[in-house]
């Protein structure tokens, strides 16, 4: 499941249960795990983009549920790491792990095809309020933060740990490709980036993937026919199309990003 999500403020802080906690909560066999990919980003009232990802050194469960009761929003905003963000950036989001995402954020989110959402917050910060069954999602208030996993981390882990490198697979005059997130990282699902200066194949087996235009426009052609992908278009490879040509029509590079499934068992 995949979507670009552009942030006019900050979303609640929430989490999304591992596949074991989901199972147990929620009779599910998929968690939440997702991951981002920056594609740009903007100020807003004078703040650069960012996002809140983990919790700092000293958070225990106790601590935490008592931020909730509370409604300390201050207190649980400053008890995750804010993490500045940049184009080409890749966070991995394991089920598990707390997270907001701030404003301005503009990414790519490939995730688990649940929706599988604990939020702490009662009330967004525009001031919608959020009902009980959003917060634990028919859990209860105390199982709820079975969900959330309380180990702590500095900043500087986060980046370490949890922002990958992207890693080029292929580059001549006609393209590059660029690994995001691969089985290794994450066998729920991979990611790969494409730069398109002339023209490239893709080709898939048994299986489906999906492209995201993240920049520039071009013509994708296959066995049955032809169309085009533009900026912030998706469109679906079904396992059908075994290969599809891609020829860069714009003056701006054409940039996309391609979503692939859970890793074949």
Not at 34 to 40: K, L
Not at 99 to 113: D, N, R, S, Y
Not at 245 to 258: A, D, F, G, I, K
Request: with cysteine; hydrophobic share 35%.
């Amino acid at each position: 499941m995949t979507k670009i999500l552009d942030s006019g403020e900050r979303l609640t802080i929430q989490v999304h249960p591992d596949r074991p906690t989901a199972k147990a909560l929620f009779g599910s066999d998929y968690g939440k795990t997702e991951a981002w990919y920056i594609i740009g980003g903007r100020e807003i009232d004078g703040e650069a983009p960012y996002v809140l990802y983990g919790f700092k050194p000293g958070m225990t469960r106790e601590r935490w549920e008592a931020l909730f009761e509370s409604q300390d929003i201050e207190g649980m905003v400053c008890a995750l790491n804010k993490i500045r963000v940049e184009p080409g950036q890749v966070f991995l989001v394991k089920g598990g792990m707390p997270h907001a995402i701030g404003p301005g954020c503009l990414m790519v989110e490939i995730q688990e095809p649940t929706d599988l959402t604990i939020r702490v917050e009662r009330t967004t910060p525009s001031g919608n309020v959020i009902p009980d069954f959003m917060c634990h999602q028919g859990a209860g208030f105390e199982r709820m933060f079975d969900c959330f996993h309380y180990e702590t981390m500095e900043p500087e882990e986060v980046i370490g740990r949890f922002c990958l490198n992207p890693r080029v697979l292929v580059r001549n005059e006609q393209y590059i490709e660029q690994a995001l997130i691969t089985y290794e990282d994450m066998p729920y699902f991979a990611l790969t980036r494409l730069d398109i200066e002339q023209t490239c194949t893709l080709r898939q087996e048994d299986s489906f993937s999906a492209l995201v235009g993240i920049s520039g426009s071009g013509v994708l052609e296959w066995e049955e026919g032809s169309l085009e992908l533009k900026q912030g278009e998706q469109l679906l490879l079904p396992a059908g199309v075994a290969s599809v040509r891609l020829t860069r029509r714009s003056q701006e590079p054409w940039q996309l990003v391609r979503c692939f499934p859970p890793k074949p068992l």
